[in-house]
């Protein structure tokens, strides 16, 4: 059942990084990247920066012109600002629809790709022994609580398994995170002034 072992270590990882990362940092990435696909939406986002350079230029462009002086050609600029807004906001009212809908499929499959793939390998996989034990070495007290809820007595559960993985990934997590500030910790520049400090 090594593919089994492996399935739940692998699940966990994927928990732990979503977890550590962040679901809304995931997301904002998987969005970024979506928009560089050839997609309609990505088409549509393109449309978007443009119109809204345009608005900015156009803004521009109405500011410097005195609407005393200049009456007509500001009128003119204020049209077209206008109209350009005006697409800009309906544009950006569909990207945001559209992004909450995308959000939303995300969500739902990272769920169902971590913790519902756990829930389900955990209720599909009740009774199957992940690995056995070596005869003799434990004594019965163990082998019940390792074998809990309903793994054949002298095996581990997938429950069990579980625990064990997301304890140890967690610890491990911490470990390397430690480390990495440590690291970064170490390459930070010396303040200007600290040394001669230390000298005194």
């Known amino acids: 059942m090594l593919s089994l072992v492996l399935t739940v270590l692998f699940v966990h990882i994927a928990i732990h990084l979503v977890n550590t990362i962040g679901a809304s940092t995931i997301d904002n990435?998987?969005?970024?990247?979506?928009?560089?696909?050839?997609?309609?939406?990505?088409?549509?986002?393109?449309?978007?920066?443009?119109?809204?350079?345009?608005?900015?230029?156009?803004?521009?462009?109405?500011?410097?012109?005195s609407s005393q002086d200049q009456f007509a050609k500001w009128a003119k600029l204020r049209r077209r600002h206008d109209k350009t807004m005006e697409e800009y906001?309906?544009?950006?009212?569909?990207?945001?629809?559209?992004?909450?809908?995308?959000?939303?499929?995300?969500?739902?499959?990272?769920?169902?790709?971590?913790?519902?793939?756990?829930?389900?390998?955990?209720?599909w996989y009740s009774k199957t022994p992940v690995f056995a034990l070596p005869e003799g070495w434990f004594p019965y007290y163990v082998q019940w609580i390792v074998s809990f809820p309903r793994a054949p007595l002298g095996s581990v559960s997938i429950q069990v398994w579980s625990s064990v993985c997301a304890a140890a990934i967690a610890l491990v997590?911490?470990?390397?995170?430690?480390?990495?500030?440590q690291v970064v910790g170490r390459k930070e520049p010396v303040p200007v002034g600290a040394e001669s400090k230390k000298a005194q």
Do not use: H
């Open 29 to 65: 990435l998987l969005w970024l990247l979506y928009l560089r696909l050839p997609t309609p939406t990505a088409r549509k986002a393109r449309k978007q920066q443009q119109l809204k350079r345009e608005v900015l230029e156009q803004k521009r462009d109405m500011n410097s012109v």
């Open 89 to 123: 906001e309906a544009m950006n009212k569909t990207l945001t629809s559209q992004k909450t809908s995308f959000d939303w499929s995300v969500k739902t499959a990272r769920w169902l790709s971590t913790n519902g793939l756990k829930i389900f390998l955990q209720f």
């Open 173 to 181: 997590g911490e470990v390397v995170g430690a480390f990495i500030a």
